[in-house]
């Protein structure tokens, strides 16, 4: 269905994957439907071209992939989605087909005896049913993950930078200085806590220069109303 | 609306994630569309909180991610889904919430703020909009994936078993016997090449006992015909 099709190409552009293939399909993925389901991936659908069989669209290909929720009794090698992906990288020199099966029916027997090995992706299963456009999108995703590799974390600062530890502790000790005035610290014991919690707070909150200043406005500002 | 709720149920029950809590929603989850869209996954929607605040939603955890696809300027640490699930199944002590915000307008920067960090998922700049359930699916995903570590690769056997060393080379040695009776090893170099090939070829395809069977069917048959 034009649909599946538009929805398909949204999850492949999601994941830099940019030729579609399609065997017979149903609708014309080239419909008004088709393309707003696609969501822009406008592109994907332009390009896609149509073949009359399974063998036509993966002829040029070195490997293929079949992608199949049920087991069928056939003797093949199985790969996560992950390995799948992982394979692709380490072997670019060859071409890479993955088939998709229809929504409803899943690929047909006749096609995926063509596949070198079959991709199944791990869920939960009680409940493993996904979309055409899922199936894509988490093929695609490990692809995509694998070949770009991204950085695992990051920190958005924007203009500020960290305030680095001559501040903290500047700040931490214009903190406690204030809290002396306030009569907190009455028994010694109590203010060691008080001093070791607030340093550990203030310093696994990481906090930026931006952020200090907003910390010295409250603090100096609570300081005002305390000595009214 | 209904149906992205009944959605985003069934990306959470696809990865064996059960705990579903709404803010505010603008449709019933309880209604028939969203039931619909939730292909099954009605045990979500059925124990699915309904809260009037996201203070409210998330009082009992002890930590929260919010996924964004833009930045904010706002100051906060960022994971890949990868690395936030290998966080949460890393600190099992810890009671995890991860935000997803509505279809159009994602999460408020009042939520934001709420959230100890960002998860944003890494894909094509250029088409990276998910919609709710897709965001949902990649979030739930990497962290099933974790939960589980399923085995990267297998090979579906069936009923039958690899073949064994000592058949496949008495499968070789008889096809080679009827190669020569055909006359197509005349050249002695040329029939090393075309004996080192079959080995490589039936080698490589990790035959099984029955198919080891399918390949004696066809050469003994092809035989019959050639001393016809």
Redesign the interface.
């Known amino acids: 269905m034009a649909e599946n099709i538009g929805m398909a190409a949204?999850?492949m552009?999601?994941?830099?994957i940019q030729e579609m293939r399609l065997v017979n399909p149903r609708e014309s993925h080239l419909s008004e439907k088709a393309l707003s389901a696609s969501?822009?991936?406008d592109i994907i659908l332009k390009n896609a071209k149509v073949y009359k069989s399974t063998e036509d669209a993966i002829a040029d290909c070195d490997y293929i992939y079949a992608t199949t929720a049920r087991?069928r009794?056939?003797?093949?090698?199985?790969?996560?989605a992950?390995?799948a992906a992982n394979e692709i990288l380490a072997t670019p020199n060859h071409r890479y087909g993955i088939l998709f099966g229809p929504e409803r029916t899943g690929l047909h027997n006749d096609d995926v005896c063509l596949a070198d090995s079959?991709i199944e992706?791990?869920?939960?299963p009680?409940?493993?049913?996904?979309n055409l456009s899922?199936a894509v999108?988490?093929v695609g995703?490990e692809w995509?993950?694998q070949h770009?590799n991204?950085?695992?974390?990051?920190?958005?600062?924007?203009k500020?930078t960290f305030a680095n530890k001559e501040k903290v502790v500047l700040f931490l000790k214009t903190l406690e200085k204030k809290l002396e005035t306030s009569g907190i610290f009455s028994q010694p014991e109590k203010k060691q806590h008080m001093q070791i919690n607030l340093r550990n707070i203030f310093t696994r909150a990481?906090i930026?220069e931006?952020?200090l200043n907003t910390l010295y406005g409250v603090i100096n500002h609570l300081n005002i109303t305390e000595h009214k």
Chains 1, 2 share one sequence.
């Not at 552009?13 to 830099?16: K, R, T, W």
């Not at 009794?73 to 790969?79: D, E, L, Q, S, T």
């Not at 009680?126 to 996904?130: N, Q």
């Not at 991204?150 to 924007?158: K, T």
């Open positions: 949204r999850a552009l999601n994941c830099d969501s822009g991936a087991r009794g056939m003797i093949k090698p199985i790969r996560t992950h390995f079959i992706i791990p869920l939960n009680e409940h493993c049913s996904l899922q999108l988490l995703y995509y993950q770009i991204p950085s695992e974390q990051e920190f958005i600062l924007g500020t990481q930026t931006q952020e």
